[in-house]
């Protein structure tokens, strides 16, 4: 079963996301520069789509409790470099 990713805008700039996955969940506070939001998603890209998106990619890479409980987005790119051109695609 897929894990069921819910993304809460905290603020601007500020979201809490909600990882669900066998009968487990795990919450993530992610900070996301309006730089690497430009640069990643644009527009009609809302920020919670590309963390979503974001969460997708990692849960592909490792479990949910590996996943970092407070982090910057750009950061995914220091674990694995494909990161950026993937989320790119994605988000097409």
Same mark, same amino acid.
């Given at each position: 079963?897929?894990a069921?990713?819910?993304?809460?805008?905290?603020?601007?700039?500020?979201?809490?996301?909600?990882?669900?996955e066998?009968?487990?969940e795990?919450?993530?506070q992610?900070? *996301?520069d309006?730089k !690497?939001?430009?640069?990643?998603? %644009?527009?009609?890209? #809302?920020? +919670?789509?590309? @963390?979503? $998106?974001?969460?997708?990619?990692?849960?592909?890479r490792?479990?949910k409790?590996?996943? *970092?409980?407070?982090? !910057?987005?750009?950061v995914?790119s %220091?674990?694995f470099? #494909?990161? +950026?051109?993937e @989320?790119? $695609?994605?988000?097409?």
């Amino acid at each position: 079963m897929a894990a069921k990713i819910a993304v809460e805008k905290v603020d601007a700039s500020h979201f809490r996301v909600r990882v669900i996955e066998a009968g487990s969940e795990s919450v993530h506070q992610i900070t *996301l520069d309006p730089k !690497d939001y430009a640069r990643l998603a %644009r527009a009609p890209i #809302e920020p +919670e789509e590309l @963390i979503r $998106k974001s969460f997708e990619f990692l849960l592909e890479r490792e479990p949910k409790e590996s996943i *970092l409980s407070r982090f !910057d987005l750009s950061v995914i790119s %220091r674990y694995f470099p #494909e990161y +950026e051109r993937e @989320i790119k $695609k994605r988000l097409k």
